[in-house]
């Protein structure tokens, strides 16, 4: 973008340069995904040369359409230091810019943000972000009248699209396999699939039907003959996938301790998202994955709501970014700072926080059910090393940066199999607790994880991937049931029944079961311990 200051220029001008500037700079997993399916060799060279030429002709049609006389350089700029980030955590990590990607930068704390913060992505701001829009803000745009904008508009547009079409039907035999085969490879397009994701998800949140909060359960009861008092903890897990868990064969016993206890352990059990802004209200909604829709979530109460309505008293404790609208109308506590965690150390929570008084709240409720999540901050990445005690780090060298394109498989594999040994022995505490609770109460707990995590396999990093491409390892999740001595669940069916295939839509029927909720949403084909009653 070798301008002069001094010279005006068209509009353009400047879109074209700042597009071919993005197609060149800001799309390196593009082309590289591109070049694993079309090997530089041969044709495919002439292909992906094309490839970008349209990837330039698409990039200029939307920010033509995008910028205007007055908002050009505004939506230069900006478009310029969001898609310098958005290359940076796609060439980091290989993440993808969509919808449900959007709703979890929107959703991300500071905590969060900070542990991804990098020099790379600081220099990756400066040089594709703040210089480009330094140069943008300095340019003098030739003045036009609204006619000649439209009129020259409809030129560029009109002739990026007529040379995208002949170059596409030049090469039609590549195309065809491109569009119909090769759907995601366009998921890395930058900006242009982040702007579509981003209109996708403002259509999605303010273009809408509902309004208001749709109750549920409106006829739930506890069951007469419930006897003695319930006691359920619920432990939300965070980024953990099926296959590092010990219990499920992995090669390193990460959960020593949970194997000396009598639990369930579920073999097949799958996420309702990739993410946890999709994976936590969906989980304790009523809908189910196939049915799952954001804003008809937030607007419709959920099984929080249903068991306390039918009398049980609902704790949520809190030590990951928030319950995603799930506790609004239930007792919510917040174990993210040293306020209210007693467990903190160089700015890291842990989740054994989340059990210091929590005897304290089951004694200061004589009456009724009770049922407690905790939701741990477990294995948020990519900061893995930050996420256990010293005293954890078992299996060394661990990867200690955010960067983990730096580190080695092993070293980022170590980090987050010592996080797993962390909260398995949380998991025993909570099992501990709830054993001094026995004589009380009926007792259970249920874990399960949010999401998985991808290490590293096949490039891929961290999770949030669409689901209907994302890998195993970012949907198969570890389940475990623990039941009291007063359990009336016959434990021989439950642990066959757990080795089917089971997914969250469960959670929300398994909860009212447990609880002995009787009320007119509540299907006992969906829920876990049904097999065992």
């Known amino acids: 973008m070798l301008f002069s200051f001094s ?3 068209k509009a353009r001008t400047v879109v074209i340069a700042v597009a071919l500037m993005l197609v060149i700079f800001a799309n390196g997993v593009f082309f590289k995904h591109v070049s694993e399916v079309y090997p530089l060799a041969g044709g495919n060279i002439l292909f992906v040369l094309s490839l970008a030429i349209v990837l330039l002709c698409v990039t200029v049609i939307v920010l033509t359409l995008l910028s205007w006389r007055y908002t050009l350089k505004p939506v230069l700029i900006a478009i310029l230091l969001v898609s310098s980030l958005v290359a940076y955590f796609m060439d980091a990590y290989d993440v993808v810019i969509d919808n449900h990607m959007i709703q979890n930068l929107l959703e991300t704390n500071i905590k969060e943000s900070v542990d991804l913060l990098s020099l790379k992505q600081v220099l990756y701001f400066v040089l594709l972000g703040v210089i480009p829009s330094v140069i943008v803000y300095r340019l003098k745009i030739k003045p036009s009248s609204f006619k000649e904008t439209v009129i020259d508009k409809a030129k560029v547009i009109g002739i990026a699209l007529l040379f995208a079409l002949v170059v596409i039907f030049s090469f039609s035999k590549y195309y065809t396999s491109f569009f119909r085969e090769h759907k995601p490879l366009r998921y890395y397009a930058n900006p242009a699939y982040y702007l579509y994701s981003i209109g996708h998800y403002a259509a999605e949140t303010f273009s809408h039907p509902y309004s ?41 016993d990460t959960t020593p301790q949970l194997r000396k206890e009598d639990i369930i352990n579920f073999t097949q059990f799958t996420s309702c998202g990739t993410e946890t802004a999709v994976s936590v209200p969906c989980m304790f909604s009523p809908f189910g994955r196939e049915h799952y829709e954001k804003e008809q979530a937030l607007h419709t109460e959920n099984v929080l709501d249903v068991l306390k309505r039918a009398g049980v008293n609902v704790l949520w404790r809190e030590n990951n970014s928030d319950s995603k609208g799930v506790a609004k109308r239930v007792q919510f506590e917040d174990y993210q700072t040293s306020e209210k965690n007693t467990m903190c150390e160089d700015g890291e929570c842990r989740d054994e926080g989340m059990l210091v008084g929590l005897q304290e709240y089951i004694d200061a409720h004589p009456k009724g059910d009770i049922v407690i999540i905790l939701h741990q901050m477990g294995n948020h990445g990519p900061a893995y090393y930050k996420r256990y005690p010293k005293s954890f780090e078992k299996y060394t060298p661990v990867c200690k940066t955010n960067q983990l394109e730096q580190c080695s498989k092993d070293e980022i594999t170590n980090a987050y199999d010592n996080t797993i040994l962390y909260t398995d022995t949380f998991l025993s505490k909570v099992i501990g607790l709830l054993k001094t609770n026995d004589k009380d109460f009926a007792t259970g707990m249920f874990y399960l994880s949010d999401h998985g995590e991808s290490l590293g396999e096949n490039g891929l990093y961290l999770h949030g991937f669409p689901y209907s491409i994302a890998p195993e390892a970012q949907k198969h999740v570890p389940a475990v049931m623990w039941f009291g001595k007063h359990s009336t669940i016959d434990k021989a069916q439950m642990a066959a029944s757990a080795k089917e295939a089971h997914s969250q839509d469960s959670l929300f029927h398994t909860l009212l079961g447990f609880m002995d909720v009787n009320t007119s949403v509540y299907q006992p084909e969906l829920d876990l311990l049904h097999v065992g009653r």
Do not use: C, T
Request: net charge positive.
């Open 7 to 9: 010279k005006p220029l």
């Open 212 to 252: 208001g909060m749709a109750p549920i359960g409106q006829d739930a009861v506890i069951s007469p003959a419930n006897e003695p008092r319930k006691l359920m903890i619920l432990v939300v897990g965070e980024a953990v996938r099926w296959d590092h868990f010990g219990l499920n064969g992995y090669a390193r």
